[in-house]
Structures are given as structure tokens and as C-alpha cells.
């Protein structure tokens, strides 16, 4: 059974920090392009941040370009979405998924929701003013 679980949300003061991690079971993902979404209260779900598997290729939104970094750790079959200078706008839930059923590298492949097999339960993230 596969299984993405987020985790390391939480409350911060903007400016702060946090780095959520998804952990995936149930199959090897060192292949996968792993994508990180949010979706703010009455707001549509948006990507975030993906990771390619394989070449590793990392794409951002702009709106968290040089803020958040999004890296993998294949022996753990676990990635990770390191936030700084955290802003009241990043305050969403935080969710992990995963595309299993071919590669995707480009960066508009990446960013559709659609093209993602397998999501997590989601993580709060909450930045205070």
C-alpha cells in the first residue's frame, strides 16, 4: 500500500522557518517526481515545489522562489521542503504527491495537480504577522 505522510508543519512567526518532510512507503519512489502543493483556506489548491527523480531537477512557483528549497533523500525514500523567511501568505495546508506512472521533467508537467498519482494527508502551516 502506498503511503505518503507529511510531516513538520506548525506555527511560525513570519520570517521563521520550517522544513516539512514526506515520507513514502509502499514502493520505491527514487524514480518519481515528487511535487509539494497548498492550499490556503477558500483558496484553490497551487503548486509549490517538485523534484524530479532520476536528474533531480527542482522547479519553484515564483511566489516562493529563493525561499523555499525542495530536495530528496533517495535512501529514505523521503523528500523534504526547507522554508525560510516565511510570509503570512505561505500559511496553507502543505500537501506531498507523487507521480509513479512514467517521468515527468518538464516544468509545466510538474505543476499540474493531474499529472500526480499519490498524495499525502497534508501538513498545517500556519505564519503569524
Known amino acids: 500500500q502506498v503511503q505518503l505522510v507529511e510531516s513538520g508543519g506548525g506555527l511560525v512567526q513570519a520570517g521563521g522557518s520550517l522544513r516539512l518532510s514526506c515520507a513514502a512507503s509502499g514502493r520505491s519512489f527514487s524514480s518519481a517526481t515528487m511535487g509539494w502543493f497548498r492550499q490556503a483556506p477558500g483558496k484553490e489548491r497551487e503548486f509549490v515545489a517538485a523534484?524530479?527523480?532520476?536528474?533531480?531537477?527542482?522547479y519553484y512557483a515564483d511566489s516562493v522562489k529563493g525561499r523555499f528549497t525542495a530536495s530528496r533523500d533517495q535512501a529514505k525514500n523521503t523528500v523534504y521542503l526547507e522554508m525560510n523567511s516565511l510570509k503570512p501568505e505561505d500559511t496553507a495546508v502543505y500537501y506531498c504527491a507523487a507521480r509513479t506512472r512514467g517521468p515527468i521533467y518538464s516544468r509545466t508537467s510538474c505543476t499540474l495537480d493531474d499529472n500526480y498519482d499519490y498524495w499525502g494527508q497534508g501538513t498545517q502551516v500556519t505564519v503569524s504577522s
Open positions: 523534484i524530479t527523480g532520476n536528474l533531480g531537477l527542482t
